[in-house]
């Protein structure tokens, strides 16, 4: 009954709007009509903001995947389907939730997005069902007894153990470890007779996200950031245009698009996955390149730690992306030292053009028996990823499981030896180790190259 009378005033508000008469249909509305259109998301929301009925092939579904462009109104959407879950408000919710996960990219995102955000859970609440935010036990807990546990997508095993009946995934596609939260989450969604998952992210071209997307208990709903137009900032919708629009950025963060590669990337997608293999065969080769970072601050660049090794076979694997974000020297150092005891490496291959000498010091300092050979780069970066990227073109490089962000940037490198802007420290420690393996087999493990 709620519903129907939502969509009927949705079509009179919509056709008052097209006409230019919805002040005028407003002001002759009662106060109870108007604080019921104020308050139910039904009637303001747009259709790709709510979800479809029923999959493709006509059952329930469990995933409710909302890819949309920046600003484009996700959150507002995710919030309002916990809101009706929570709540039980028909039809997206039709009974109380008892227990719902809300999992973002770290909790302070969870924190400053999701539940305090201008489109957050605290924000769409009237104020007596508005739940209270327990920030001590990381949980939301409304009027009704329904309770919202906060997770990080950094610590997937903190999903261990809790069940839910429904969750909330905001910006899976910049979650660090997807798959294993992911898998979590699924264990635990064991409550209630359907217990159902709504996502919202900007999307890029992770495997896993295609995985999720074409599975047929999920509903894919879309929209792009100029379908919420009326709520952001004219300036800002013009601005993204000018610099962005017909741009393989731009139909990725504004259209809501995935974009598998930008176009004049060294690499290609299909050379990854075609040759992409389980695990590693006998390795007769086995090296830990290291690209430190120039400082050790939160926005600096990562220190990119790559694992791979030579096959019998004649190909090299990719076997670990152990990189690490913003750290000063002796955590990258301990982080490569035990990479190279855990794979029984025969050397670290580390670039000296930022740290010199000091960079075999630190190294030394966690494991003065650990075998180093420097490296300094005299090209640039496009130059030196070259033969590299021609070794993938003809399948001599196999990845061994997934490297997500590494495989990211490698999608994204462009000409200007940036990727996505920014320098690609995976992809830069990633060269140094094939090349160590492939194209620089003559050079002495122990000597160091200056």
């Known amino acids: 009954m709620r519903s129907a009378c939502a969509a009927r005033l949705r079509n009179v508000l919509n056709a008052s709007a097209a006409s230019g ?41 469990r995933v409710w995947l909302i890819l949309g462009g920046r600003g484009a109104g996700k959150t507002r959407a995710g919030a309002e389907w916990v809101r009706a879950k929570a709540l039980g408000i028909a039809p997206l919710g039709r009974e109380p939730a008892r227990r719902i996960a809300l999992i973002g990219e770290t909790l302070g995102d969870v924190r400053r997005v999701m539940i305090d955000g201008v ?56 979650w660090r470890r997807p798959e294993e939260t992911w898998d979590m989450l699924q264990f635990g969604m064991r ?50 245009e000018r610099r962005y629009a017909g741009t393989a950025l731009g139909r990725q963060e504004l259209l809501g698009e995935i974009v598998d590669e930008q176009s004049g990337s060294l690499w290609r997608r299909d050379w990854i996955e075609r040759h992409r293999v389980k695990e590693c065969p006998e390795l007769t080769s086995i090296v830990v390149a290291v690209d430190p970072p120039v400082t050790a601050t939160a926005n600096s660049d990562a220190c990119g730690i790559v694992v791979a ?34 794979f029984m490496a025969d050397r670290v291959v580390a670039e000296v053009n930022q740290g010199g000498d000091l960079v075999i010091a630190i190294l030394r300092q966690i494991d003065e028996t650990v075998a180093v050979r420097t490296v300094r780069a005299t090209r640039g970066k496009w130059l030196r990823a070259e033969p590299v990227a021609a070794l993938y073109a003809e399948g001599r490089i196999a990845h061994v499981g997934l490297h997500t962000t590494l495989e990211e940037q490698m999608l994204a490198f462009g000409a200007d030896g940036l990727s996505r802007g920014r320098s690609p420290d995976r992809v830069d420690a990633l060269v140094w180790a094939i090349t160590d393996l492939m194209l620089d087999r003559g050079a002495s493990p122990s000597i160091r190259q200056l």
């Open 119 to 174: 489109s957050g859970l605290l924000a769409i609440h009237a104020d007596g069902e508005r739940p209270e935010l327990e920030i001590s036990k990381a949980q939301l807990v409304w009027p009704n007894g329904a309770i919202a546990q906060m997770f990080s997508a950094e610590d997937p095993d903190s999903l261990r153990g809790p069940q839910f009946d429904a969750a909330w995934c905001d910006e899976l596609a910049k």
């Open 309 to 342: 090794g030579l096959g019998a076979d004649g190909r090299a694997y990719v076997a670990a992306d152990r990189s690490l974000q913003g750290r000063e020297p002796h955590v990258w150092a301990r982080a490569a030292v035990r990479a190279y005891q855990e």
């Open 191 to 240: 409550l209630g007779t359907s217990p159902s998952i709504a996502v919202t992210t900007t999307p890029r071209p992770l495997p896993m996200l295609k995985a999720i997307m074409d599975d047929p208990a999920t509903v894919i709903t879309r929209a792009a950031t100029t379908a919420n137009a009326a709520h952001l900032a004219p300036a800002f919708i013009a601005e993204m």
């Open 21 to 61: 008469r919805l002040p005028e249909v407003l002001a002759g509305l009662d106060l109870e009509t108007l604080t019921f259109i104020l308050a139910d998301w039904q009637v303001w929301a747009r259709d790709d903001q709510l979800p479809p009925r029923a999959t493709a092939e006509g059952g329930d579904w």
